[in-house]
């Protein structure tokens, strides 16, 4: 493979990488958007929204998509991932029971979102970017997740702002079901089968061996400490925001659905 051809091939990856991050958290960090105009079309407490968020985060965070794209690759796990967030949104916007909600808004979308975003990604794109550039790569990609973050929120108030949030879901659907697109260009194969362009310097680990390597590195434990601010408090309070800043009488904040 020559510099030109391997360069393209990186390229590829990280820019689709980096737009499915954007499109995944992007969509996820709206959610808080729509919880008053969901709760009271279900007749149900901001409690239940929290819960199905819940257990969202909960499937997003498992260690099993991670072993899935190891063993069949990080292409496969994420068009499945694109096309089930695709269809979780779908099916939120059908939504009409509590049950219904924790299964669609939690466990579906929560595991789509975890087959599209920093895990899989990161390690398609540790696949054929080589060492002394993965910093970079990661960085651009990350970079990209925080941007959906900051763009899809005012899309999503701008959707509701002009139509239900049934429609709404439905179109950002449409966005999610793009992400199987972009997984066409990550490598394909899995860790021992390399694609072309993989890097060869890649020891394998048992799940075992990882852990005790990880045990013996500061910045392995000075992560898991950051979680607690960012997990437990971010990410569970985040789609309360809207409605907490509507009752501060913040009106910037306040998003209704369209009368009839």
């Not at 969509?27 to 958007?33: A, D, E, K, L, P």
């Not at 260690?63 to 949104?89: E, K, M």
């Not at 970079?136 to 997740?145: D, P």
């Not at 941007?147 to 701008?158: E, I, N, S, Y």
Request: proline letters at 4%.
């Amino acid at each position: 493979m020559t510099a030109q051809s391997s360069f393209r091939s990186i390229a590829i990856v990280v820019v689709c990488g980096a737009f499915m991050v954007t499109i995944s958290m992007g969509i996820r960090q709206s959610f808080g958007i729509f919880q008053q105009a969901m709760i009271t079309e279900l007749g149900t407490g901001r409690e239940s929204f929290g819960l199905a968020l819940a257990i969202q985060n909960l499937l997003l965070g498992l260690p099993l998509i991670g072993i899935f794209a190891d063993r069949f690759g990080a292409r496969l796990v994420a068009l499945i991932g694109g096309l089930l967030y695709g269809v979780g949104l779908v099916a939120m916007a059908f939504v009409n029971n509590v049950p219904t909600l924790y299964l669609s808004f939690g466990a579906l979308v929560g595991a789509s979102i975890g087959a599209t975003a920093y895990v899989v990604v990161l390690g398609a794109v540790a696949r054929v970017v080589p060492p002394e550039k993965r910093s970079t790569a990661f960085g651009i990609t990350t970079a990209a997740g925080s941007f959906g973050m900051f763009a899809f929120v005012p899309l999503a108030q701008w959707l509701l702002s002009w139509m239900d949030w049934q429609t709404s879901f439905l179109i950002l659907a449409g966005v999610a079901a793009s992400m199987a697109l972009l997984a066409l260009g990550f490598p394909g194969g899995t860790r021992r089968g390399r694609a072309l362009g993989a890097q060869p310097d890649i020891e394998d680990y048992t799940l075992t061996q990882t852990l005790q390597r990880a045990q013996r590195h500061s910045g392995y434990w000075l992560l898991n400490a950051g979680f607690f601010v960012c997990g437990f408090t971010w990410l569970l309070s985040r789609p309360t925001c809207p409605r907490i800043s509507t009752i501060m009488g913040l009106t910037r904040w306040r998003v209704q659905p369209p009368s009839a």
